[in-house]
């Protein structure tokens, strides 16, 4: 898609009486549930420009001037308990501010298709994440991300990978048919590092994509990396997600 393509789309979206955008009354609920019950992190309202948003950011124990931006995936929240929720309070203690942030939702039976109407939304957020960490005074960050938050993050970086340090996509898919949702499009057209993990028993578009985006990468400096026994959620394998993530952004 060139450039006057995505415009057009872009002014279809925003114009069109079919428009859809996220679930504000559904972001509204999780943000009510997770403020009630955090316990690890402070709970931030960021903006995109056009709405409101939650953050859950998490300093660290020890301050080292650099943060982890965390995506979750499909549907759910910043606090997720699979994958989400490990690494926002793991990483922490591991030297990595962490600020997890709210994406674009539907209602609960969407299915993943049907979320390409609000990648418009995406790419605000992450702004809003990234200044949000500059006023705290970090400038090194990496983008952490999971499934549908995967390939959000990489759509981001298509065009924004000078804001980032690093890429950590976990669980993500290849091509479904869209252009903005296409992950090993997306992975051709950045140029930072990137650690492409997944399962062994993960999903099938996931481990469909597996050489593809091996290949669409090769410019890149990129590992890829399959965790045996984990499933799409790595449940079970918190601690292993947790401690590869680690050791890569050490190595960054």
């Not at 999903?203 to 593809?212: A, D, F």
Request: hydrophobic content about 40%; overall charge negative.
């Amino acid at each position: 898609m060139n450039c006057l393509s995505r415009f057009i789309l872009i002014v279809l979206l925003c114009t069109s009486p079919w428009v859809v955008a996220s679930d504000l009354a559904k972001e509204k609920r999780w943000a009510e549930q997770i403020v009630d019950a955090l316990i690890d992190g402070e709970a931030v309202w960021l903006n995109d420009g056009a709405t409101d948003f939650l953050g859950i950011y998490t300093e660290a124990e020890e301050d080292k001037g650099q943060a982890a931006i965390i995506l979750h995936g499909t549907g759910v929240h910043p606090d997720w308990q699979q994958v989400v929720k490990p690494l926002r309070v793991e990483l922490p203690g591991r030297g990595w501010h962490t600020l997890s942030i709210q994406m674009p939702v539907l209602a609960n039976e969407a299915d993943y298709k049907e979320y390409v109407p609000l990648y418009p939304e995406v790419n605000p957020r992450i702004d809003a994440a990234i200044a949000y960490l500059h006023e705290q005074g970090i400038k090194r960050i990496v983008l952490i991300a999971h499934s549908q938050g995967a390939t959000m993050g990489a759509y981001y970086l298509r065009t924004h990978p000078e804001g980032f340090a690093g890429f950590v996509s976990i669980g993500m898919s290849g091509n479904f048919g869209s252009d903005v949702q296409d992950g090993v499009r997306s992975l051709g057209m950045m140029n930072l590092p990137v650690l492409d993990l997944y399962g062994s028993d993960d999903l099938e578009g996931v481990m469909n994509s597996v050489e593809q985006r091996a290949q669409a990468a090769s410019k890149l400096t990129f590992t890829q990396q399959k965790v045996d026994g984990a499933s799409h959620f790595f449940d079970g394998k918190e601690t292993e997600l947790v401690e590869i993530v680690s050791d890569w952004l050490e190595q960054l």
